[in-house]
């Protein structure tokens, strides 16, 4: 029986949305039973065999929906295998070196024996809505950091797994 899979996210300006239908994109490359949607909206997880949430990083913290999400269904969450995964360094540093879960996160895999996480860049661009990230774009510090490539090899890890 072909595992079905939740991808699931909490964005602000989309770029979690991207690469959470990323993800999905190479599990059902691998033969998965994919769904993807916001975590805001995800009404019960009981009927997936497994469960990849992801949060946009904004001041140190995962998106809203995504903390919403993991809170409203831990219980079944620790019950299935479960994957977490962060974007947000507007820079290099997610190519570059494993960035390790924010506290919060971090916390929620230990409660869930998550298998895995893992921190891709994130991605700010001219369109963005709220005040800090019109800041952020007038300092400069704006653009695209996220590494498809990256998300596709973290993707089929999972597939892997999922599969053995």
């Not at 949430?53 to 969450?77: E, P």
């Not at 919060?104 to 298998?115: D, S």
Request: contains cysteine.
């Amino acid at each position: 029986m072909t595992p079905t899979v939740l991808v699931t996210y909490g964005t602000k300006n989309g770029s979690t949305a991207h690469i959470a239908e990323s993800i999905a994109g190479t599990l059902r490359e691998h033969g998965l039973t994919v769904e993807t949607m916001r975590a805001s909206v995800v009404p019960f997880v009981t009927r997936y065999d497994a469960v990849v949430v992801g949060g946009g990083l904004y001041a140190g913290r995962w998106h809203k929906d995504a903390r919403a999400f993991v809170r409203r269904h831990r219980h079944d969450l620790a019950q299935r295998p479960v994957w977490f995964f962060s974007s947000g360094p507007l820079d290099a540093s997610a190519s570059e070196r494993d960035i390790p879960p924010v506290r919060g996160v971090r916390r929620a895999m230990q409660e869930m024996h998550a298998r895995g996480h893992t921190t891709f860049g994130g991605c700010l661009d001219d369109d963005a809505d709220g005040w800090l990230a019109r800041r952020i774009l007038h300092s400069g510090s704006g653009g695209d950091f996220r590494d498809f490539e990256a998300v596709a090899a973290w993707a089929s890890g999972i597939a892997a797994e999922l599969k053995n």
